[in-house]
């Protein structure tokens, strides 16, 4: 049996206090339960985008890394290298948010500047139509990447709320409400056994009077 609130007065003023207690304390499980059922909903639709996109990524990524060899085999890795140092910047990136209930996740917002071969910076005479293929699958692989990163920084989120929102509804389940409901019980057996107690009491005065 769960162990009552310390320090309660067993006074009818008490138990409807504790009374409404119990139906708030009643009404925030319910909710955190629902709350926590719809995260694992979420958490699984999402789980599913994540495979999607870390496949997707992955894929890319070794068509990329595949030109980058061939590339490599038919120039050399150092020349490779050079015309890589020559290559100017062309991502921008910026870290947004929106809310999944209640929860801020991150939004990448990243925007891949589509150049044709004399804008990329290194010249054309010097490379292959390899290198051209390389550059061109890794700017594609940069968005796919942040897209896997969105989707997984979300995961890892949803479940530190999860665990947060499964430990609430457990406290409440198992140590909240188990002693609120121990106290009412006490203060009614408490009420119970005062009204017996001056049921006596009047009883007994009563015969008393009547003796006399």
Known sequence: MAEKLESVNPTRMELLKLKTKVKLAE??????????????????????????????????LKEAYRALTIAQATMGSLRVAEASLAVKPSTSLQIKSKNIMGIQ????????????????????????????????LFEEAIGLIAVQAEVEMTIRLLVDEIEKTKRRVNALENIVLPRLDAT????????????RENFFKLKRIKALMDEG
């Open 184 to 195: 009412v019980k006490y203060i009614k057996m408490r009420l119970d056994e005062m009204e």
């Open 27 to 60: 009404k925030g499980h319910n909710l955190l339960k629902e709350k926590r059922d719809a995260l694992i909903m979420e958490f699984f639709e999402i789980v599913e985008e994540a495979k999607g996109a870390r496949k997707n990524a992955e894929n890319k």
């Open 105 to 136: 996740v991150p939004v990448l917002d990243i925007t891949v500047e589509k150049r044709s071969l004399l804008e990329r910076g290194y010249s054309i005479r010097d490379t292959s139509a390899q290198v051209d293929e390389a550059a061109r």
